[in-house]
């Protein structure tokens, strides 16, 4: 199916392998590139192409991406005015010395 509706055989392999690799509950994206190689990247975890609120966000400046091991998620449905308004937990966090990503 993926080489008939590319009409192009390789992109149908890379499709088809795309497929195996991340399952039924994978995502697959298909960016057109500037170069001539046609190449097939996985990402375990989760990817998010937003770009950053700060520069401080990158963790590695040299690939330009913020990569945090075994961090505290903090997820709501409310803003967040202030630091104030979570700083017990930040506090918290910080005690643990793991990342937290908000």
Do not use: C, H, W
Request: net charge negative; aromatic share 6%.
């Amino acid at each position: 199916v993926g080489a008939i509706s590319a009409a192009d055989e390789e992109v149908g392999r890379y499709i088809s392998e795309a497929m195996e690799k991340v399952g039924n509950d994978g995502v697959i994206s298909i960016e057109e590139s500037n170069g001539f190689n046609t190449e097939l990247e996985v990402v375990e975890g989760m990817q998010f192409d937003r770009g950053y609120q700060s520069p401080y966000m990158v963790t590695d400046s040299d690939k330009m991406i913020a990569e945090l091991e075994r961090p505290y998620i903090l997820i709501t449905d409310k803003k967040i005015s202030s630091f104030q308004d979570i700083l017990p937990l930040l506090e918290q966090i910080v005690q643990s010395n793991r990342p937290i990503l908000i």
